[in-house]
Nanobody, 125 residues
Framework: QVQLVESGGGLVQAGGSLRLSCAASGRTISTYPMYWFHQAPGKEHEFVVDINWSGLSTYYADFVKGRFTISRDNAKNTVYLQMNSLKPEDTAVYYC??????????????????WGKGTLVTVSI
């Protein structure tokens, strides 16, 4: 079993930055592709970005390209999400998740095997 704990959320003004962390415990996540999803009030989980096991391959949703950067440190069993140029529409709970297969066909919430409990990001005007 893998436990994932997100941190780093908070309240920030539009245009500001936050860095989210996802710390894993229980076993190594070095062999898992890792993901960030977000969920705005009243909406479903939405894919934000993923990263393969080595960190050499990433894929971003169009609405965060050029603003967010995912990275991972397998030695620390941690994944990061640097969020810059934040917009009010980025307001959501951000979840870290571990998947099983790294492919375009396996980026949905139903493809994840482990989830964190989320961290709230609120972007004010």
């Amino acid at each position: 079993q893998v436990q994932l704990v997100e941190s780093g959320g908070g309240l920030v003004q539009a245009g500001g930055s936050l860095r989210l962390s996802c710390a894993a415990s229980g076993r190594t996540i070095s062999t898992y592709p890792m993901y960030w999803f977000h969920q705005a009030p009243g909406k479903e989980h939405e894919f934000v970005v993923d990263i393969n096991w080595s960190g050499l391959s990433t894929y971003y949703a169009d609405f965060v390209k050029g603003r967010f950067t995912i990275s991972r440190d397998n030695a620390k069993n941690t994944v990061y999400l640097q969020m810059n140029s934040l917009k009010p529409e980025d307001t959501a709970v951000y979840y870290c998740a571990a998947g099983r297969f790294y492919s375009a066909l396996h980026r949905g919430p139903g493809d994840m095997v482990y989830w964190g409990k989320g961290t709230l990001v609120t972007v004010s005007i």
